[in-house]
Nanobody, 125 residues
Framework: QVRLVESGGGLVQAGDSLKLSCAAS????????MSWFRQAPGKEREFVGA????????SGDDSAKGRFTVSRDDAENTLHLQMNNLKPEDTAVYYC??????????????????WGQGTQVTVSS
């Protein structure tokens, strides 16, 4: 059974950095595309970024570009999200997701097969 567990969230100040991790188990994640999404109160779940089985990356919208970096450690079955220069508008629950298919990555939340429970990130001004 595939299981994704996020960690690393917390309360930080604007301008701070935070690194999220997602521990994956129950599957061969070397063949998986992994991603990060976030969801703020009252808003739809938003694609943040993804990395496929070859290390190829897909970014989210411009709000996070240049500040957020997705990486993976296949030896540890772990996905990371390094977030720098955090802003209050980055406040959200952050989720990792996985797709076991060697195909073009999609930003739509409906495309992803497995989800973690999320970790809260709160950025104060």
């Amino acid at each position: 059974q595939v299981r994704l567990v996020e960690s690393g969230g917390g309360l930080v100040q604007a301008g701070d950095s935070l690194k999220l991790s997602c521990a994956a188990s129950g599957g061969d994640f070397r063949d998986a595309t992994m991603s990060w999404f976030r969801q703020a109160p009252g808003k739809e779940r938003e694609f943040v970024g993804a990395i496929n089985w070859l290390g190829g990356k897909l970014s989210g919208d411009d709000s996070a570009k240049g500040r957020f970096t997705v990486s993976r450690d296949d030896a540890e079955n772990t996905l990371h999200l390094q977030m720098n220069n955090l802003k209050p508008e980055d406040t959200a629950v952050y989720y990792c997701a996985a797709k076991f298919a060697r195909s073009a990555t999609r930003r739509s939340a409906a495309w992803w097969d497995y989800w973690g429970q999320g970790t809260q990130v709160t950025v104060s001004s």
